[in-house]
């Protein structure tokens, strides 16, 4: 087998997986009542949840344009989950604050991934597990070295753990 091809095996497992974690994602919301809610309106609710709290931000994070965020966000308002705060000393700047009912969604939403996703892994068993666990902090660190400062505003926690995991163990 060629690079090339194995290439295009690594991705075509890797889409697959990505189909799979949209299945469980949809499968959540309508599980938890939330048929009104996209997927693409629960990924901004969660990145607000983490911490990435400015339309530029989720504009950056999702390489779309910010208008397109703003219709998403006026939804996501009309809907109770969200709230924008405007500045008061520079209007332009619009900060996103999710409301008790957005919160809720969130963590039931994630709850129940969770929940779903350690059946999937009880099946593969431990080894295969950990395997799964350090490949997929590798390909996350590689994501985050491609994308803008928002990946650092939303995922710096995990970025920096895999750094210093990865330190460590070439230190040993």
């Known amino acids: 087998m060629t690079r090339a091809e194995a290439l295009g095996d690594i991705e075509h497992s890797i889409l697959s997986a990505s189909k799979i974690m949209v299945n ?84 039931n939403v994630n709850d129940y991934r969770a929940k779903y996703l350690q059946k999937v892994l009880r099946k593969m068993g431990r080894e295969r597990t950990a395997q799964l666990q350090e490949s997929l902090g590798a390909f996350n660190l590689g994501y985050s070295q491609l994308k803008s400062k928002a990946v650092d505003v939303f995922a710096g926690r995990d970025i920096k753990r895999l750094e210093t995991k990865s330190s460590d163990k070439t230190e040993s």
């Open 24 to 107: 469980i994602l949809a499968e959540s919301l309508i599980h938890g009542g939330y048929e009104n809610v996209t997927v693409a309106q629960f990924r901004i609710l969660d990145m607000v949840y983490n911490g990435t709290d400015t339309p530029i931000d989720i504009a950056k994070m999702l390489d779309v344009s910010q208008p397109a965020i703003t219709g998403i966000l006026e939804k996501l308002e009309g809907k109770g989950l969200l709230t924008r705060l405007t500045n008061t000393d520079d209007r332009r700047r619009v900060a996103l604050l999710l409301t008790p009912d957005g919160i809720d969604l969130v963590e």
